[in-house]
Each structure stands twice: as C-alpha cells, then as structure tokens.
C-alpha cells in the first residue's frame, strides 16, 4: 500500500511538473491558443454558414418538387372525382396519387350524397389520417379566401414542416376549387435529415483537422518566433554571467534581426566600457599600491626618528624646548597616522586585487578576545562576556583586526563601558556568509582537534547615542564622512571596510545596528570552521600574513573609525 501511494505520488508531481510548464505564461501556450481559437472561430463560422445554406437548398428543393408534384395530383386525379364521391372513389384516387415519383402519403376527405364525411388514405385504415394534419394547417386549408384582382382563388395550397418521434415530415394540403374534395400530403424527410447529419459529421471532422492543422502551424510559427527570443535569452544569460564577448549571429531583416543586431552591439559597448572600467581600476590598484610601497621607506626612516623623538619627550630630563614640545608631540603622533594609514591602504589593496589569503589556526574565542582588549589597554572599559573553552578555526591575526576596529570605534564615539557578548549558533548552515559552510572533512587544528561545526556570533555595543538612521548604510563605506562639517577624524576612514573584508574572506558577515536600549551595536557572524575556504596551504600565504607589520595589526591602528560615521 505504501508502495502504490508513492508511485501515485511521484505519477501526481510529474504531472504537475508537466503541466506547470504549459502555464499561460508561456509565449508559446498563448500563440498556439489564440491561433487554434481564430482558426476554431473560422473553421466553425464557416461550417456553420455552410450547413445552414445546404440544409435551406436541401430542404426547399424536396420540398418545392413533393409541393409541385401533390399539386400535379390534386388537379389531375382528385379534380375528376365527382362533387359528392364515394369512400371507394377515394380510396382508389388516394392509392393512385401515392404512386406519383415522390412517393407520399395520400388523405382525401370528402362528403359523400348524404352529406356524410367519408375518408380516403393511401395507408389503408391504418395509414396516415386526419388527426396527424395540424389543426392550424386545416383550418388553413378550408378557409375560404376572397377572391380579388390581388387573389383569383378562394382556396390556396399549405404547407408545415412537423416533427414526429425524431423524424420530420412535411404535411400539406388544398382544396379543389369549384367543388370537390380536400386532399393532404404526408412526406417523410429522414433521407434529407440523414443527409443533412452526413454533411454536419463532414464539417465537424474538417473543423477538427483545421483546428489541428492551425495547432501545428501554431507551433511551427511559434518555434519560428520563439527561437531567436530563446537565443537571445542565452545570450542575455552567459553576459549576465560575466562573458562579455557573447554576440548573436543575424540573419534576415525582419524584427528579430534588428533585435540581435542592437544585443550585439549594446554586448560591444558593454565589453569596451568594463574593459576600460578593469583597466582604470587596475590602475588605480597598482598606483595605490605603489605609493604605499614607495611610502613606506621614507615612513620606515621617520618613524625610527620619531620614536626617538617620542623617548626623549618622556624622559624626565628632557632637553626640548617648551615652545617647540607640542610640535614634536604633533610629528610623533602624525607620523603614526600616516603610517596607520600606509598599512591600511596595503591591506585595502590585496583585498581590491583577489589576493588576501587565511591563515587559519584554533583559537580560544575568550583569549583572543581578552588578548585584544589587553594589547590596547582597554581592560577598564570594555565587559567581556564570553565562555572559556569556546573554539574556533579562524585566522587569528584578521580575527584581531575586526575586535580591535569594533572595540576601538565604539570605544570613540559610544564611550565606556563597552560589552562584548560571544556565544554560539547551531550548524544548521543558515547564515549569511558566502560559501561558509563547514562538513565534517574540515581540515583538523593542531590544538584542542576540529571543532564543531556551526557558527560563532560575536556582538560588540556602546551606550552612546546610537547611529543615525540616514547614516547606517553607510558606516562600512570606505572614508564616508557622515557630517560635512568634520571632514577629518584620527582614524584613516577605512578600519570598518576591512573589517567587513576581514570578515568576508572567513565566509561570515557585519552588520551595525541601534539597540532599542540606546546605543550601537554591531555583529559579527563567522562560521566555526573556515577550512573550506582556505584555497592554497598557509605556507603560500607568508607575504600576505606578514603585511600587517610590527604592529598588532594592520587596522588596529584604525580602531576608532567607523567609516568616519558618528
């Protein structure tokens, strides 16, 4: 029983595959409708017209020859009986009328010399009788008409057309002028209603070939229409996919054609201007890089100098000059801004060009977190909440850099005390990473085995006075200033881009938000495992991990930026 629901099931999804695919949606389905319905409405209007004037010229043509042929006997046979026949002379007349060519029913009613009514059928006594003429139709007949210059005869020849048990049949009848008996006609028309369904089945069976026929031509015009449209799809596809040298080959002149040459031609000014656009950026890449590179010699030697600078300004017997001390404080703290702001540009640029890479290691979630905090001295005015013993295989270093730019950004513009909240989400693959996934055949870390999969969210908020509304799709834009009135903030402006990077190349996500309680809060989404997406060993990786200079981090001097938001 279990097996014969299935199939029943499988047969019922089949169907409703196939017919979901003939939804009327479809620019074929309508095409081969409205032409199978034009070509029905003609094959039926015509078919009709057709019968209607076949069934008249049928009809009136047996009628006007069984009329003409009654009238014939009428006036040749009954016209000679006497005034007063006998039933005999009736009858004998009636059987001699019924073998006229037409082959009807004869009644002859007439009154003999006593005045009595006597009868005369063709049928013997139970032929065709008085009682099957309509009353309208004798009434008619015995009616005396006058007689006038517009009517010389006072009785006329009637006709109706009766049906009995499915069968139609022409009733007529007249009287003879000057005195004598009235006689009726019966005729059967079956042999013409016989004919008439003949030629009704003909006209059926040609309106359902013309409606096949125009079904058929349907889908060839169709398949002719829709072909082009289909390839055009594809080409519309595989540009959208990134194949920018797509073109269409064109043929004809119609419509279509014109179609296909203006795809190829927009394809072309698409190709030209992404590739102008790639060369540009390219450009302007390389020139990014070179100058951080170019830069960072010339920072090297400063900074040396700086730094000594910078000892002797705290070394108690200092032999600076008062007036020139906040000068030199100003060199010192300068010169580190620029320097922050080389190694972020560094960074900004391996992420532009395809080259960042993870170095994944196992990390203790609440140690990394707490190692952080204590590297920049924010022990007093950040909370941590956070389990010890939590795992996860991630790339340290880039795990620094995204505490340190949210810590450090809520820190500038929310102020103490900060919270910073960890815990952990099932591994049931929702979430918004790209590609973050991780299976059971992660690659195992060296300490403390693989851990499980799932995903770690981590939730840094400030009590300040939160993000304004108009600003929040804005806050990972790179150097966005949220006010025109302070175009210039400590950080480089680019510390929550690359932490949003940072978070990116791991398969997780950021997202910044009001709490309803009041201040900011920002969340960061990472999966447990990031095996999946490390693409080459981490040995390849040394030039990349190494970008990050002595510092803790590339853009932990950047910590308070926030796009230069708030």
Same mark, same amino acid.
């Given at each position: ?30 095409? +081969?409708?409205?032409?199978?319905? +034009?070509?029905?409405? @003609?094959? +039926? ?11 008249? $010229? ?18 040749? %046979? $009954?016209?000679?009986? /006497? ?97 004598? /008996?009235?006689?009726?006609?019966? &005729? ?36 002719? +229409? ?31 054609? =014109? ?12 190709? &030209? ?9 390219? @450009? ?81 979630? @609440? ?27 991630? =790339? ?17 513009? *929310? ?18 990473? =790209? ?45 966005? &200033? ?8 400590? *950080? ?10 940072? $978070? ?24 447990? =495992? ?5 693409? %080459? ?8 991990? @190494?970008?990050?200079? *002595? ?16």
């Amino acid at each position: 029983m279990t097996t014969t629901r299935g199939g029943l099931r499988g047969w019922l999804a089949g169907r409703g595959k196939a017919l979901s695919g003939l939804r009327f949606t479809s620019l074929r389905l309508r095409l +081969v409708v409205v032409f199978a319905l +034009v070509a029905l409405t @003609a094959a +039926v209007s015509a078919s009709g017209i057709a019968y209607w004037l076949n069934r008249e $010229a049928v009809l009136t043509r047996t009628q006007d020859a069984v009329l003409r042929d009654f009238q014939q006997e009428m006036r040749n %046979r $009954a016209g000679t009986l /006497p005034v007063h026949p006998t039933q005999d002379q009736l009858q004998h007349t009636a059987g001699q009328m019924a073998n006229s060519s037409q082959r009807f029913s004869v009644l002859l009613v007439g009154e003999d010399a006593s005045g009595r009514a006597v009868y005369g059928t063709s049928g013997g006594l139970s032929g065709f009788a008085l009682e099957d003429v309509p009353l309208s139709l004798r009434t008619a007949v015995n009616k005396q008409q006058p007689v006038d210059s517009g009517n010389k005869s006072p009785y006329h020849l009637y006709w109706q057309r009766v049906t009995e048990h499915g069968t139609p049949y022409l009733v007529a009848g007249t009287r003879i002028i000057g005195g004598g /008996p009235t006689g009726y006609m019966l &005729k059967s028309l079956e042999p013409e209603a016989k004919d008439l369904n003949s030629l009704a089945w003909s006209l059926g069976v040609a309106t359902a070939l013309a409606l096949v026929g125009a079904a058929l031509l349907a889908q060839a015009a169709a398949t002719t +229409v829709l072909k082009p449209v289909h390839r055009l799809g594809i080409a519309a596809r595989r540009l959208g996919e990134g194949r920018l040298d797509t073109r269409l080959r064109v043929s004809g002149t119609d419509e279509l054609a =014109d179609l296909s040459r203006t795809f190829n031609k927009a394809a072309e000014a698409l190709e &030209k201007r992404v590739a102008d656009m790639a060369a540009r950026d390219e @450009a302007s890449r390389r020139f990014v890089a070179d100058m951080s590179h170019e830069l960072r010699t010339p920072l090297t030697a400063i900074t040396a100098v700086t730094e000594v600078l910078e000892e002797e300004l705290e070394f108690e017997g200092g032999g600076f000059d008062p007036m020139i001390e906040p000068a030199v404080r100003l060199v010192v703290s300068e010169t580190r801004r620029l320097n922050d702001l080389v190694e972020n540009l560094m960074e900004v640029t391996r992420f532009d060009a395809g080259t960042a890479r993870l170095v994944l290691d196992d990390v203790d979630l @609440a140690d990394q977190i707490t190692a952080c905090i204590d590297a920049r001295a924010w022990l007093d005015a950040v909370e941590l909440d956070a389990e010890r013993g939590l795992h996860a295989r991630l =790339d340290p270093r880039r795990l620094d850099v995204i505490l340190a730019n949210l810590i450090g950004n809520a820190l500038k513009h *929310g102020g103490s005390p900060v919270r910073v909240s960890v815990r952990e989400e099932g591994g049931d693959g929702a979430g918004s990473g =790209d590609g973050a996934e991780s299976g059971d055949d992660a690659q195992n870390g060296e300490g403390g085995g693989s851990p499980a999969p799932g995903w770690i969210v981590i939730q840094v908020r400030d009590h300040g006075p939160g993000i304004p509304e108009d600003v929040l799709p804005h806050v990972f834009d790179r150097f966005y &200033k949220a006010s025109a009135s302070r175009p210039r903030s400590e *950080g480089s402006g680019l510390g929550l881009s690359i932490a949003l990077n940072n $978070a990116h190349i791991h398969g997780g996500d950021i997202t910044a938000a009001n709490s309803p309680e009041g201040g900011a809060v920002f969340t960061l989404r990472l999966p447990r =495992d990031a095996s999946a997406l490390t693409e %080459r060993p981490a040995e390849d990786d040394g030039d990349d991990s @190494a970008g990050g200079g *002595g510092r803790a981090t590339s853009g932990g001097a950047d910590q308070g930026s926030k796009g230069g938001a708030r």
